[in-house]
RNA sequence: GCCGGGAUGGAGAAAUCUGGUAAACUCGAUGGUCUCAAACACCAUUGCCUGAAAGGGCUUGCGGGUUCGAAUCCCGCUCCCGGCACCA
């Protein structure tokens, strides 16, 4: 068209000018009570580790389009934004830089809030929270004391999950293949008395309300799936000579019961000092606790790794055949599964039979496939497939369809056993022997034990007096605030001393999208009226690597807080979008690697609308994207040309004069109104989709069509108009900042944001038919 | 081993739910207009084979099936990605 290019879109003067009234008016604030359909946005709280990256960005993008798309639909919207600002990694950023956590992060927050500014992201900035103030972590304490009172949260001594390098014990979802989440330091095992959250108590209602996540991927709830891990099975009762109580075991095979030949119970068991007690055996038992102690996880869940055992001289009784069978101890049985014991059926167990040719246990047959005779002394592999019961008394010829739902009825009507059920999901382990985080609201006296601290006396804040560098194993830095730990007993008044562990930061991203609701709130972490008013959350938007983190505590913390009448969602994400990651030559971003593209970069060259939009138009939302290794210039070849194509439109239609045939139309006039009606129906419904690249590209056929009608002398300003009008309101939701400006340009006094979405004519709209 | 997801041009992708012209849109590439020149912008070509062209033939990981018609639905494979894994 106008190949000179005298003007060209100015767009650092027009989005420093918009983010300048966006910033002074929050002109998208939203009540505490809509009054109309509501739609509640969240996007997962960023952590201030640094100033945004492109993950942020990309996150962003997609959740701003969805919010400015809802409120064009009509519905009210809550688009709040916090920080989850606790935790390690800031803290091992100042301790690096040798300043306190609480500067590095008020910096680091500083950053983000300006980008996300910059951004033009249309977040309700009065609603803002860090979690690092004493206002947010109160209701931690508040939280924990509410588990703590239903016996939810609880102290007990097990072998915890330790990361030598950042000091501190991790949950075990926070344990990656065996190493530290955040370091990647390979984790040992150390035995601490600590906290814990009970979330095995909902471990059915996580698996079973599944139900309702329709909106979620099924990879997500395969990952929380397979993460609980239910298996169904029966308790069985072996009794031991010399002692009244039977030792139980959990299996979900009891049809094989027959062919148990030797029991293990797993070395860190107490019943393992109990068994060896008097047998002369105990320094053999210390040595090996202390080989299987000292293997990382890694080394101890290797399966090349040959599976170590020894004999205690104690025997049980199978209860089926009656039959003295050997126990041992070995360190391929697990503490915290199950009872701590199994039965051993090396016949159909794979590890039992590896075990079993080591030390050479009998192997017996009691399930015979249909096509062949297994011998127990011949066989190289355990047999675990169909088949018919042998050797096993009145159920011989039983059919493994039936086998362990027969068996098992008849265990518990001979009082050997029962049906039972198992998880492969732990208690959450909360301490933290790190400094930046909650305090934990326990004291610890002499004369009344474990005290919780009352509500009055909350919250418990944490000092700035400390020495916050990660202490020898096992003491938390809050242990060198003397003064702090020093307390009367909140009962009896006579000297005690703090908890000085923190809590894990998961804590408070598992209940911090109720706050946004009720945020000065002092005397409750929220109001449940106005949690009503607006909860569940409609759409939930964030990375997907938090599958069996975050999106299993908050799903846990959703299900305890309704129970205890604070909100009635039994889930408070019906709806997840988990935006795909973002790398470049296939390796996640990083400045040491030096493949890294800046926000700020971007925003300057090309603009926040560009870099948007770039974003959107990559793919699929949940699609991973590897950014070109031009870097930011990519974005000066897709979206920003294309940016510039849509202003010179919209200026070119805006500088024509009016003319007495405007309302006129030709065949010229009604395809292109055609062509438009149809783009409106096809972008509103990929907008439901949330299938952004494909709106952008409609959008630019659009342009295209009429950019050919401008090429052949097509000049009706009144088409045009209606052209470039849907235009801006169709992209508005993804660059703000451009269809706001020519808006105005357009003439219209109100902000194009505050505009109904376009409607089509069903008419216009409709596919031209095809005769086949 | 168990569970889940996926495979379409040189690249990102679209069409898959709801079977109907496969490859929209964009990048890259090639040629052109403009320019002293370059950049920008604009125009054209661009799945593969064949052909001077018109045209013809083939094509959605592989093999079958259903159907007038299959990228799409069904059955059986292969490969890739992700998760879990000594969980009894």
């Known amino acids: 068209m106008d190949r000179q290019r005298e003007r060209e879109y100015d767009f650092t003067e027009v989005e420093e000018r918009w983010k300048k009234e ?35 960005v990309e996150v962003f993008s997609i959740h701003d389009t969805i919010a400015r798309y809802s409120r064009m639909q009509g519905f009210e919207v809550l688009n709040p934004i916090g920080w989850d600002a606790f935790g390690l990694p800031a803290e091992n950023a100042a301790i690096k830089r040798n300043i306190n956590p609480k500067t590095w992060t008020y910096d680091n927050i500083a950053k983000h809030r300006a980008s996300m500014e910059r951004l033009g992201i249309s977040f309700d900035w009065d609603r803002v929270f860090l979690t690092c103030e004493p206002t947010f972590y109160r209701w931690n304490q508040w939280l924990f004391l509410q588990l703590y009172e239903r016996g939810l949260a609880y102290r007990k001594a097990a072998a915890a999950n330790w990361c030598p390098k950042d000091k501190t014990v991790l949950a075990n979802e926070q344990v990656i293949a065996g190493r530290c989440e955040l370091c990647d330091t390979p984790v040992v095992k150390k035995w601490l008395t600590q906290w814990f959250f009970k979330i095995t108590d909902y471990a059915d209602r996580l698996l079973d309300d599944m139900e309702i996540l329709t909106g979620w991927t099924e990879r997500i709830k395969n990952l929380q799936r397979n993460w609980i891990g239910r298996s169904y099975g029966a308790e069985v009762n072996f009794s031991i000579e010399g002692r009244v109580e039977p030792i139980r075991v959990y299996t979900t095979r009891p049809d094989t019961l027959w062919g148990a030949t030797f029991f293990v119970v797993a070395p860190e068991h107490p019943l393992a000092d109990e068994l060896i007690a008097g047998t002369g055996k105990e320094s053999e038992l210390e040595a090996f606790r202390e080989q299987v102690g000292r293997l ?34 070995a360190d391929y049985v697990l503490m915290d599964y199950g009872t701590g014991a199994i039965m051993a059926v090396p016949a159909h167990d794979q590890r039992d039979f590896e075990f079993a040719r080591s030390y050479d246990l009998p192997v017996k047959v009691v399930i015979q496939p249909p096509n062949e005779t297994l011998d127990g002394d011949t066989m190289t592999e355990a047999y675990a497939g169909e088949g018919s019961m042998v050797n096993s008394g009145e159920f011989d010829g039983t059919s493994t369809d039936v086998s362990v739902e027969k068996v098992t009825q008849w265990l518990e009507a001979q009082n050997l056993g029962s049906a039972a059920t198992n998880f492969r999901l732990r208690d959450w382990l909360i301490s933290r022997q790190r400094y930046w985080g909650t305090p934990i609201p326990i004291v610890y006296c002499d004369e009344c034990g474990e005290v919780p601290v009352p509500d009055d006396q909350l919250p418990v804040e944490l000092p700035e007096q400390v020495d ?30 703090r908890e000085t562990d923190t ?29 009503r008013a607006w909860m569940p959350v409609d ?16 799903r846990f913390i959703q299900k305890f807080l309704m129970d205890i009448g604070m909100t009635e969602d039994p889930e408070p994400f019906p709806a997840l979008l988990n935006q795909g990651v973002i790398t470049m030559g296939g390796k996640r971003m990083s400045k040491s690697r030096g493949n890294v593209v800046e926000p700020v970069e971007a925003f300057e060259r090309y603009g926040a609308d560009a870099l ?36 010179r ?30 783009t409106i129906k096809v972008a509103t419904r990929d907008y439901e989709n949330f299938s952004f690249n494909t709106i952008v590209a409609r959008l630019q056929e659009l342009v295209n069509e009429a950019y050919r009608y401008r090429a052949v002398g097509g000049n009706n300003r009144g088409i045009l108009l209606e052209v470039v009008e849907s235009l801006l309101l169709l992209l508005a939701p993804m660059t703000p900042y451009l269809t706001e400006e020519e808006w105005r340009r357009l003439g219209h006094d109100e902000s194009i944001h505050d505009q109904s979405w376009p409607e089509y004519d069903p008419t216009l709209a409709a596919e031209d038919e095809v005769t086949l």
């Not at 399966?303 to 004999?311: A, C, D, I, L, V």
């Not at 759409?539 to 908050?554: D, F, M, P, R, S």
């Open 503 to 531: 809590m894990d930061t998961f804590v408070d991203s598992s209940w911090y999208y109720h706050r946004y609701l009720d945020v000065h709130n002092e005397s409750a972490p929220f109001d449940p009226e106005k949690d």
């Open 296 to 329: 990382t996880e890694i080394d101890r869940t290797s399966t090349e790794r040959e599976k170590k055992g020894m004999f205690t001289g104690k025997h049980v009784i199978n209860p089926v055949t009656g039959e003295p069978i050997p126990v041992w101890l």
């Open 468 to 497: 916050f560098t990660p202490q020898d194993e096992g003491v938390a830095p809050l242990a060198t605030a003397h003064e702090w730990v020093n307390v009367a007993c909140p009962r009896c008044g006579k000297p005690a001393k």
């Open 539 to 554: 759409q939930y938007t964030g990375g997907g690597e938090h599958a069996v983190l975050h999106l299993i505590y908050t």
């Open 649 to 678: 439109l919209c200026e070119d239609v805006a500088d024509m004069p009016v003319a007495p045939d405007d309302a006129t139309r030709g065949p010229a006039e009604l395809a292109l109104r055609k062509f438009l009606h149809r």
């Open 612 to 647: 948007r939009l770039y974003m959107l138009f990559s793919g699929p939302p949940e699609a991973p994207f590897d950014w070109p290794d031009e870097g930011v210039r990519s974005i000066g070849r897709v979206t920003a040309p294309w940016l510039q194509r849509v202003w």
């Open 22 to 56: 966006w910033v002074a008016t929050n002109p998208w604030a939203a009540p505490d009570f809509p009054t109309g359909p509501k739609r509640y946005l969240v996007t997962m709280f960023p952590y201030p580790s640094g100033d945004l990256h492109m993950g942020h």
